[in-house]
């Protein structure tokens, strides 16, 4: 079915695109898993990756993100979101494919393993400008989909699905990279094969979800309601202020949060497959996590949510320091502080994909989502790489220094936030008293 953005869709119509999403999820969480994070990681540092390769791995996806206004105007050019996304996240799965025969390659000893770095950097370049180009289009087209009072419940199901996928592969694609007969680098090649197959399939889901001509809305736009263009977005103080919190909050958070499992397996020595277990934990908390986060959002506000665990998430590493490989720290200590990761982290993922749908206008938010995509893609980018370039020097103390620096910018990261508004939810009482009192500490400091 083909309907307009402004066209009232029928129950059944959200009940078949809502399923075919949260498969669409699934499927697409398991191609994740191989393709990001960890696996990826521990498969540069078999190649010998150091500290600066292992930031542009993080960093790459994120500087990606500055592609997505062009995404955004060709998205609301288009005639179909379905079609886009087809022509875009398919050539983006299929890139992966070059990497994984490059794994032959450098067992034959056709490659050395510099060059399949440098090959790696490049596919996930690739990769994520092709996937950056669609992510505006894909949010446009789920803020249609979804209806507004079902966002929290829905997304936070949706992403229960993809990290119980998690859960159940990471350990388990780690125990097999690590056990398997053939090499680390041959078994990942295998393994980055089948998680091509399944992001197929995730986008083969789309073609059941309805479909949404980004044109057809336009016509019932009364005269006086001007789409929004990217310069309209800067004219909006309250997304200002959201695009200031985002922006800097990316860049706290990713200083450092690549370099948690690298910690581990470089500095520490810990098996990949303990590794993986304690990321897997993470990815429990989420499931069990997300949904009373989606439901407490719909009824508190996304912004209330979002300062609460925010505070709490600036705290976290610093939990990491005097981490060693002894027995209470590997069996007791990590267990417990990736479970307290994934059951906060959640909150803020979600949270600040709901806040930013809520204060963006209905009508053709393409650009909206997709400056505060670039704009914080390419701060999480230069926190990735800032981390890098610091982990490797000595001045402020490592791995440690820069996880203490990290925590302190989170927390002035999370100030701009406290000015922003959000639709349909009032502050609570502590938080605008708290605004209050920044204010007044302020002016007051302006005055003397």
Not at 193 to 217: C, H, K, R, W
Not at 307 to 321: F, Q
């Amino acid at each position: 079915m083909d309907v307009g953005a402004a066209t009232k869709l029928s129950k059944q119509d959200i009940r078949i695109s809502l399923k075919a999403s949260t498969y669409d999820g699934i499927f697409s969480a398991f191609f994740g898993c191989v393709t990001a994070e960890i696996l990826l990681s521990n498969f540069l540092l078999e190649l010998g990756a150091n500290s600066l390769e292992i930031g542009m791995l993080s960093a790459i996806p994120m500087f990606a993100h500055f592609w997505q206004p062009l995404g955004a105007i060709l998205a609301e050019r288009s005639l179909s979101r379905r079609q886009y996304n087809l022509r875009i996240f398919v050539p983006a799965r299929l890139l992966w494919l070059l990497l994984a025969m490059a794994t032959i390659g450098f067992e034959r000893g056709w490659c050395r393993s510099h060059r399949l770095i440098e090959l790696t950097l490049v596919v996930v370049f690739l990769a994520h400008t092709f996937g950056a180009l669609g992510i505006a289009n894909w949010t446009s087209w789920m803020a249609v989909l979804v209806p507004r009072r079902l966002r929290g419940r829905y997304f936070g199901l949706r992403n229960s699905a993809a990290n119980l996928t998690n859960l159940l592969s990471v350990p388990l694609l780690g125990l097999l990279v690590s056990r398997w007969q053939v090499s680390t680098v041959e078994s990942y090649g295998l393994i980055l094969t089948v998680a091509v197959v399944a992001g197929l399939i995730s986008v083969s889901f789309q073609l059941l979800m309805t479909d949404v001509n980004p044109q057809q809305g336009t016509n019932t736009i009364k005269n006086d309601l001007q789409t929004p263009t990217f310069l309209t977005v800067f004219q909006d103080a309250n997304f200002l202020k959201f695009l200031v919190f985002n922006s800097l909050w990316m860049f706290a958070v990713n200083s450092s949060a690549p370099f948690f499992n690298i910690y581990l397996l470089k500095d520490l020595g810990l098996a990949l497959s303990w590794v993986t277990f304690y990321s897997s934990l993470t990815a429990g908390a989420n499931v069990l996590m997300l949904v009373v986060w989606g439901k407490l959002a719909d009824r508190i506000g996304n912004r209330s949510i979002l300062i609460g665990i925010g505070m709490v998430v600036s705290i976290l590493p610093w939990l990491w320091l005097g981490i060693d490989g002894e027995f209470l720290s590997t069996r007791f200590w990590l267990p417990l502080l990736y479970l307290f990761t994934g059951a906060t982290v959640s909150a803020i993922d979600l949270c600040n994909n709901n806040l930013q749908m809520a204060i963006a206008p209905v009508h053709k938010p393409s650009s909206y989502f997709a400056i505060a995509a670039a704009l914080g893609g390419l701060s999480g980018a230069l926190g990735a790489t800032t981390g890098g370039i610091l982990a490797q020097t000595a001045y402020i103390g490592g791995l440690p220094g820069l996880f203490i620096l990290s925590s302190c910018l989170r927390i002035i990261a999370l100030l701009p936030l406290l000015f922003v508004r959000e639709p349909r939810h009032e502050s609570f009482v502590g938080f605008a008293m708290l605004r209050q009192v920044m204010v007044s500490l302020f002016l007051r400091q302006r005055i003397s």
